[in-house]
T-cell receptor, first 120, second 111 residues
Framework: QVQLVQSGAEVKKPGASVKVSCKAS????????MHWVRQAPGQGLEWMGI????????TYPHKFQGRVTMTRDTSTNTVYMELSSLGSDDTAVYFC?????????????WGQGTLVSVFS | QSALTQPRSVSGSPGQSVTISCTGT?????????VSWYQQHPGKAPKLIIY???VRPSGVPDRFSGSKSGNTASLTISGLQAEDEADYFC???????????FGRGTKVTVL
């Protein structure tokens, strides 16, 4: 069965960086792109970008360009999301979510979420 | 990017139907048949229940259905059950600049 297991909660100070991991299992890792989505406390969801695990190619929305970096390690079937220059408004639960594939623009499996708290 | 507009909450009694609207613009919901819906129970990850406006993934009960008219998509839950009490988010593809926009979520309460 498809599983996405994320790394544990993080506490960071403003200006620091955080790197969250997402280990995939139960399917061919390189066949499906992976998204990152975040959810601030009591708020809706926000799309942060996508990585193609086969090629490493990434796409980020304008809001996060220059501040987010997504990478992958095909030897461990793991994708990473690093966010730099953290501010208090980056406090959120960060999810990895597998792309449904075949240009169907949806997210079919999600990780359990990683809480990142930013405060001084 | 602006979020899609959803009602903050809807409620219904067991067995009744409820409909959640999701209003966007001609740049997202109105331009693409790529609306998806997610169910999220407290403290849990979202679960995909509808994609491509109307398609249910395998294992999702057929009491969940989706539709779209113009810039507004809708999710209908027919025969409401206690376990349907959750938050529901809509999402639309919005092209190669914005990519994806989400609604702020609707809390469904089963009375």
């Amino acid at each position: 069965q498809v599983q996405l297991v994320q790394s544990g909660a993080e506490v960071k100070k403003p200006g620091a960086s955080v790197k969250v991991s997402c280990k995939a299992s139960g399917y061919t890792f390189t066949n499906y792109q992976m998204h990152w989505v975040r959810q601030a406390p009591g708020q809706g969801l926000e799309w942060m970008g996508i990585i193609n695990p086969s090629t490493g190619f990434t796409t980020y929305p304008h809001k996060f360009q220059g501040r987010v970096t997504m990478t992958r390690d095909t030897s461990t079937n793991t994708v990473y999301m690093e966010l730099s220059s953290l501010g208090s408004d980056d406090t959120a639960v960060y999810f990895c979510a597998r792309d449904l594939g075949q240009w169907r623009h949806a997210f079919d499996f999600w990780g359990q979420g990683t809480l990142v708290s930013v405060f001084s | 990017q602006s979020a899609l507009t959803q009602p903050r909450s809807v409620s219904g009694s067991p067995g009744q139907s409820v409909t959640i609207s999701c209003t966007g613009t001609s740049n997202d919901v109105g331009d693409y048949n790529s609306v998806s819906w997610y169910q999220q129970h407290p403290g849990k990850a979202p679960k995909l229940i509808i994609y491509d406006v109307t398609v249910r993934p395998s294992g999702v009960p057929d009491r969940f259905s989706g539709s779209k008219s113009g810039n507004t998509a809708s999710l209908t839950i027919s025969g409401l059950q206690a376990e349907d009490e959750a938050d529901y988010f809509c999402c639309s593809y919005a092209g190669t600049f914005t990519f994806y926009v989400f609604g702020r979520g609707t809390k469904v309460t089963v009375l």
